[in-house]
């Protein structure tokens, strides 16, 4: 009765008002995979995107549903059944799915009889106007301690060296909130706003931005490798800030991911009355 196609760089720019741009340009990413119903004249009437996430030496995997819409129920029927067939090529053992809490009263229920667990949950995205985040006091306390020539944005950094960092974060494990960090090009960070930090001729440390299509500006990675975390990173912070002044207003928003334990104490420092969105997060186990 349905069509399913199969999501590509190729024809997503077709699909893209269906899907919504935030999620479409994620389509390509070595991690990231998807899939549309459409009918009649290949008029899309259900979709979903994941991304395959593993950890340790496992090859069990689990994913993680980012967008997911169904215009029909027997659509939504047809759609999780080719699901359960893409990911037991990946060996998926769970599956999760988190979805906007506007937007997903529906297929919240759609996704009950399928076998998630589904609750209203806070998200791990918080969101603060850079006015905001220039008054918190991590960053206020270095004000006036002058920024080095040691930290710089990263579109003054050779792509040698900003690849050497790269792989460096990727061999430790640490790859902020893109798995697939190590696959992602230079192009893809906001190079003028974005900012590392050298020491004895190489990358001690970065903190690096991606824009979402919508504007929103979000932080992709904050590391130090070295002792000098205490010193290093604020002085990223602050020269995050003030690139960001210079391209762009005070209202301007930016996000920050609580993806681990280390993430969520930073955003208590720099938010600590932030609060994520409302969203319906699940979990079903595929093995």
């Not at 209203?120 to 006036?144: C, G, H, M």
Request: net charge negative.
């Amino acid at each position: 009765m349905y069509t399913i196609t199969d999501l590509t760089r190729d024809n997503t720019e077709f699909f893209a008002d269906y899907i919504g741009g935030a999620m479409a340009e994620n389509i390509g990413r070595i991690n990231y995979r998807g899939f549309v119903l459409t009918e009649g004249d290949y008029r899309p009437v259900a979709g979903m995107i994941w991304r395959i996430k593993k950890s340790g030496a496992s090859s069990d995997a689990e994913s993680i549903v980012e967008w997911i819409r169904a215009d029909k129920e027997d659509a939504f029927n047809e759609m999780l059944a080719s699901y359960k067939d893409w990911i037991g090529e990946d060996e998926v053992v769970r599956s999760g799915v988190v979805i906007p809490a506007k937007e997903g009263k529906e297929i919240k229920n759609l996704l009950k009889t399928s076998g998630f667990s589904v609750k209203l949950t806070e998200s791990d995205l918080i969101v603060a106007r850079l006015s905001v985040l220039s008054e918190v006091n991590l960053i206020k306390k270095f004000r006036d301690q002058p920024i080095p020539d040691s930290i710089k944005s990263l579109d003054q950094i050779p792509v040698r060296a900003f690849r050497s960092a790269i792989l460096k974060c990727d061999r430790l494990g640490k790859t902020g909130i893109c798995d697939d960090l190590a696959d992602l090009s230079l192009r893809w960070f906001e190079e003028d706003v974005s900012c590392v930090s050298e020491k004895d001729g190489e990358i001690n440390g970065m903190f690096l931005f991606h824009k979402k299509p919508a504007g929103l500006i979000t932080a992709q990675i904050l590391i130090c490798f070295d002792n000098s975390t205490g010193v290093t990173i604020p002085l990223l912070m602050r020269k995050f800030i003030e690139n960001m002044y210079k391209k762009y207003d005070p209202d301007t928003k930016v996000g920050f991911d609580r993806h681990n334990i280390l993430a969520m104490r930073l955003s208590e420092k720099l938010l600590p009355s932030g609060f994520g969105t409302p969203i319906y997060s699940g979990t079903r186990d595929e093995k």
